[in-house]
């Protein structure tokens, strides 16, 4: 069965750097592999997703997002922070079967501080 | 154009009363999930549907039924409220022909069980 981890529950980063959320999958095939965004009181909205090509996906907002497969990971990254990119973010697995079933992680809080 | 809405956006229940969340779209998917967001757990499937007439059970579809009786419509229902069932609630769509694309979700409804 496929699965997704999310190690930090949050990341805290100060406007203007870098940041990284992590996010490493599980799946017996070939992984489809997404990123959503949850800001407060609102549903998920999709960033960016890798299907195949390009191991560098670029997606909404600046966010882009690094596939390895050797590493088994799918770190989603922003080269400068924004104070309005603090949000709950999730990445996602699809399910290896004909029917689009999508596995979620638990969800890392950003936090950007000005 | 709407997308996907959700109705109602909040609810409180007594321990035993029954309810019936309901999901619309105007996009014209195939395929609606009922998902329920709970802290530190992600988002976990209840049921889903491939089409009108059909449903099918998710991870967690214990004290849920649905109905899809109508294409753009994915109606969730709770016969017999339990504390448990104290969550988020999200419905997403997702087209037939687009097996790589995302999904778009809902606003939610939040639902609380005394």
């Known amino acids: 069965a496929q699965s997704v981890a999310q190690p930090e529950d949050q990341v805290n980063v100060a406007e203007g750097n870098p940041l990284t959320v992590k996010c490493t999958y599980s799946v017996s095939g070939n992984p489809y592999l997404f990123w959503y965004v949850q800001y407060p009181n609102r549903g998920l909205q999709f960033l960016l997703k890798?299907?195949?090509?390009?191991?560098l996906v670029k997606g909404s907002y600046g966010f882009e997002a690094e596939f390895n497969k050797s590493q088994t990971s799918f770190h989603l990254k922003k080269p400068s922070a924004l104070v309005s990119d603090s949000a709950l973010y999730f990445c996602a697995v699809r399910d290896g079967t004909g029917f689009q079933k999508l596995v979620f992680g638990t969800g890392t809080r950003l936090l950007v501080s000005p | 154009n709407a997308g996907v809405t959700q109705t109602p956006k909040f609810r409180v229940l007594k321990t035993g009363q029954s309810m019936t969340l309901l999901c619309a779209q105007d996009?014209?998917?195939?395929?609606m999930y009922w998902y329920r967001q709970d802290p530190g757990m992600g988002l976990r499937l209840i049921h889903y549907s491939v089409g009108e007439g059909t449903t099918a059970k998710g991870e967690v579809p214990d004290g849920y039924n649905v109905s899809r009786l109508k294409k753009q419509n994915f109606l969730l229902g709770l016969e017999s409220a339990a504390p448990s069932q104290t969550s988020v609630y999200f419905c997403?769509?997702?087209?037939?022909?687009?097996?790589?694309?995302?999904?778009?979700f809902g606003p939610g409804t939040r639902l609380t069980v005394l």
């Open positions: 890798y299907i195949t090509g390009d191991n």
């Open positions: 997403a769509t997702h087209p037939l022909a687009g097996l790589f694309d995302t999904q778009y």
């Open positions: 996009m014209n998917h195939e395929y």
